[in-house]
């Protein structure tokens, strides 16, 4: 289950996102084909910034659950970083996903509801982003009960992997302190599913969850340590329209 603690940080999320993003410069963009005149550019996930490891087990898929996206959030990109490898790999594969998660007894399920547009990407010394343009499923959050993450690979319209990589995203273990990138109700914890399951199939309704889910996240119930989380260098950006 999504602790007490979150949930005091989820509730009102979206006015401070807006506000904070507001006050850090990205302001108002317009949407292409979309009605509205203006919108308002939202941030969520970590900051593109060198951590200490990457994966060595290709095919993983990593969850955003410090935060969730804003309800019409329209996903514009996905920014990373990966400038070193400790899998030897120095190219590999991402493709963005969108979840949306419920309560499920005591644990929390992510469900597959946004299957985006995958790419092979390079080493690189600096942040580099790829678009997060959905292809399959939900193109933006009905809901404040929506989040994000990627899988280390290509995937076909059913969600079942064609190629895979090692890691290509940075990431500390356990998660960095202090506010997510969405401001002071964020977090920087990542979950991530856990080894000997298999490159993980990621068709639309596929469940990620402790228990009870297709495939088995490393994600702490509230009442276990937070130590297995991490952060991922990793960040989601997407466009709310103006009221």
């Not at 202090?178 to 990621?202: E, R």
């Amino acid at each position: 289950m999504l602790s007490t603690d979150w949930e005091r940080r989820h509730n009102g999320k979206a006015i401070v996102l807006v506000c904070t993003l507001l006050l850090t410069g990205l302001g108002p963009r317009a949407i292409a084909g979309d009605k509205t005149s203006s919108s308002v550019r939202v941030a969520e996930g970590s900051t593109p910034t060198h951590r200490s490891d990457t994966d060595t087990d290709p095919g993983q898929v990593y969850i955003y659950v410090g935060g969730s996206l804003p309800a019409g959030t329209h996903l514009l990109e996905l920014q990373y970083l990966f400038d070193h490898t400790s899998g030897g790999n120095t190219h590999g594969y991402i493709t963005p996903l969108l979840f949306e998660f419920k309560p499920v007894e005591s644990f929390t399920v992510f469900t597959v509801v946004g299957i985006g547009k995958g790419f092979g990407v390079q080493l690189s010394s600096v942040p580099q982003a790829i678009p997060f343009d959905v292809i399959e499923g939900i193109e933006a959050p009905t809901s404040g009960n929506f989040t994000f993450g990627f899988v280390n690979a290509l995937v076909d319209s059913s969600g079942v992997q064609v190629v895979s990589s090692q890691g290509v995203v940075d990431f500390d273990t356990p998660s960095d302190p202090g506010p997510g990138s969405g401001g002071q109700l964020t977090t920087n914890d990542w979950a991530f599913d856990v080894g000997g399951q298999g490159n993980p199939v990621v068709a639309l309704g596929t469940t990620f969850a402790v228990y009870g889910g297709d495939y088995v996240l490393n994600y702490p119930p509230a009442t276990q340590s937070p130590q297995s989380y991490r952060t991922y260098s990793a960040l989601a950006i997407g466009a709310v329209p103006a009221q």
